[in-house]
């Protein structure tokens, strides 16, 4: 078993909160520190061509779109109109197709 300990305290860190933690072979570069977003892949739709997800905001789902990035472990890494903090619909319905009469 191994300790970590956070060098800076985060407050979106809460108790009880679990975390996964990988020991890096080699040293990470400045770049490869930039704080990322990343989403669950389930998350991500196509619309009209467009990569979306769907942002829960005031008990209703927005539409956004995103760029699909690198994989980081089970989740996409995406940029775009969606921000840190941000709660996705994972399995966002799929599209309907034409009405029939």
Not at 40 to 54: C, H, I, K, N, Q
Not at 71 to 91: C, P
């Amino acid at each position: 078993m191994t300790k970590v300990r956070f060098d800076r305290i985060d407050p979106r860190v809460l108790p009880e909160m679990s975390a996964k933690v990988s020991f890096l072979s080699r040293e990470v570069t400045p770049e490869q520190q930039q704080p990322l977003l990343a989403v669950p892949p389930e998350a991500l739709a196509t619309r009209d061509g467009r990569t979306v997800v769907y942002i829960v905001r005031d008990d209703r789902t927005v539409e956004a779109s995103v760029t699909p990035g690198a994989k980081v472990g089970d989740l996409t890494t995406v940029a775009g109109d969606v921000k840190s903090g941000d709660k996705v619909v994972l399995k966002p319905r799929p599209t309907s197709g034409p009405a029939r009469s």
